[in-house]
């Protein structure tokens, strides 16, 4: 019945999602848009409709987003023919997941993975409410832990502000602007952590920002000390330093500390890589260890062994705009970004070719089992995910 009554309806809203979608990077890829119009008109052919079915079932995330969209479609008694603004309701709907990043296909059309439900809960702290926008699932929240260990997990959408012991925290979408520059003000430590599939922004008390990749995590205070300006970071994150000459900003890593004036720059130091990386865009840095040190000049990069090299400025910042670009890199190193991202443990089963290198250029937003069909098809190895962990075995044609 609604097929058939709608069947113009469903049209321009195709239209419309169209225009949306070439206008805003907040909504799904257009081919999956369209097929999804397609489906509610009943125009959708079997294949496209086995296509579309492949993306629903691909995660719970996009089950309930179509789920959704046939809701706000359907609904005659909410939106009755002839009244139904589909760029209204499509807003609407938007507002209820994350924004993905625009969609970049390279060899094989992907989908954008999408964020479930959010709730919203309120506990007390020292005899006053802390609002925490909560995620359903705790285990896949940003994180920000005060130095009492009260912990708030943020909603990447919220717009809100609170107060966490002596700090104030002002949440907008996709970022966090935290701080208290009241002079007289006690000098605490606080943590914020962004879990797998994600990225997340931190301003810090100075105006300095920094973006931090998924499975990272830094430590800083609500306000920086008179001498200097110093946090620590654990997995991988880009800055722009505030410049402020009489105060240096030290970043510490476990086994390497970067110092700056007023720069930007990438570090990678991830608990369990061996190869810390420091890559610097622009101004100075002094990268140094227990035995040594070195001075960065922009587009230079430096490891654990201080040797310093000229960097791939695309690849190495890819992360920071929601992509994956690999570059003639070798299998173990991709798969070692990939564990970081999806949050799984990679196991390797026969042998493989030593000289395995690969390029690849595609969104971090997609399905894990999207990616390694995108690998495999290069001829590199074949994958096998059993929970938590993804098998690499040598080639077998599939």
Known sequence: MFRQK???GVLFIRARLK??????????????????SKELAGEITEAERAELQSWITAR????????????????PENHPFGEFDPEEGWQDLMKKRRKPLRTIIVRIAVAASLLGAVVWLATRQNGSKLPQQVIADKKKGIVLTGPQGQEVVINNNADTTFRISNGNANVLPGMLSFGDNTKDAPIEQFTLHVPVEKRYQLRLPDGSQLWLNAGSTVRFPNRFAANERRISIQGEAYLEVAQESAHPFVVETAGMNVTVLGTAFNIRAYGDVSTKKVTLVSGSVKVSTDEKQVILKPGQEAGSTLLVATADMEATLAWKDGLFIFRSESLSAIMEDIAHWYGVKVLYQGQLPADNRLSVKTERN??????????SATGSASFKVEGDNVIVLPYNGQ
């Open 6 to 8: 709608q069947n113009d």
């Open 19 to 36: 225009k949306l979608l070439m206008m805003n990077d907040e909504h799904l890829p257009f081919h999956i848009g369209n097929l999804i």
């Open 60 to 75: 719970t995330a996009n089950a309930e987003l179509f789920d959704r969209v046939k809701t706000v479609l359907e609904e």
């Open 366 to 375: 997609i399905p894990l089992n999207q990616l390694l069909s995108m690998l």
